[in-house]
């Protein structure tokens, strides 16, 4: 039998979903029931009436899944997945900010821990947070957590100055606007798609920003058929296989996540095999987040 088929076997045994986000290793990917972004997935597992989801992705996304379906057993393949940007807030910094700025309204994206969501207004994700925050009264105060790259964005898209956290995504971090035009001069037919976490001086050069989902709509509707990736390499896979007629490049071998990798087939069957690693959340933190992440889906 192969890995797969064994996956695929206690899976069923396991009353299991997989769950797989589109930055994860491509074999993974090849796996998963579903792929998508950390919102998408966390929610359509809410509707399956799997028992257990094994969520390859990194922890904040596990975190998501858990409050979303409080009921179902959540593990992780590997337990070290942790994201760089999620740990550059913490409750404690978050509470001191808060009480230097006590009118502000807390936006927190949703790569952060569930923490820190229940410490928040309201959440968003890349693909709304331009309209989570244009639904903030103009007189309002907000403070944007953590990720600068994405608050420079939007408050450049809506023309709103912001109390921005100084976090950021290592990997999109590197994606450097020199590189970028490198890239752009050796592949003039090739369209730019960024991702917002990427810093502004290479979001100014790209023919189009969006989130992962928001990259592969872009991708899949239009006419080009070259495109540079500016975000995780982990989405090429998808692209690739969804688009065979299109060509996909790589911005830079440096925009690779090792939290992203971290999840390989082995560790998926061995997680399904002795059901670890679980993932908790405190019931108190789970009703406050999803307060802030109600508040989001409610706008968008
Ligand atoms: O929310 C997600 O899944 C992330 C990390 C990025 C995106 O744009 O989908």
Known sequence: ???????????????????????????????????????????????????VIVFCGVHFMAETAKIISPEKLVIVPDPN????????????ELRAMKAKHPDAVVVTYVNSSAAVKAESDVC????????????????????????RNLGYYVSKQL??????????????QRIVPEQVTRMKQAHPEALLVCHPECPWETLALADHVGSTT????????SDATAFI??????????????????????????????????????????????????????ADVIERARGAIDRMLEIS
């Not at 589109?22 to 009436?49: F, H």
């Not at 928001?214 to 509707?221: N, W």
């Not at 989405?235 to 971290?262: Q, W, Y």
Request: aromatic content about 4%.
């Open 1 to 51: 039998m192969t890995i797969q088929e064994r996956i695929t076997q206690l899976k069923t045994k396991r009353h299991a979903v997989i769950l797989v986000h589109n930055y994860a290793r491509g074999d993974v990917q090849d796996i998963g029931d579903v792929v998508g972004d950390s919102l998408g997935l966390s929610r359509q597992a809410a509707r399956t009436p799997a028992e």
């Open 214 to 221: 928001g990259i592969l709509d872009f991708c899949a509707a």
């Open 229 to 282: 990736i500016g975000t995780e390499l982990g989405i090429l896979h998808r692209l690739r296989k969804e688009n065979p007629g299109k060509t996909f490049l790589e911005v830079s071998p440096l925009a690779d996540c090792p939290n992203m990798k971290l999840s390989t087939l082995e560790k998926v069957l061995w997680s399904l095999e002795d059901l670890v690693h679980e993932v908790t959340v405190p």
């Open 159 to 172: 023309g709103r100055e912001m109390i921005l956290w100084d976090g950021y995504c290592p990997t999109h």
């Open 124 to 147: 968003c994700t890349s693909a709304n947070a331009v309209n989570v925050v244009k639904s903030i009264p103009e007189d309002r105060e907000v403070l944007f957590v953590p990720d």
């Open 81 to 92: 997945a942790g994201c760089p940007l999620a740990n550059m807030v913490t409750v404690r």
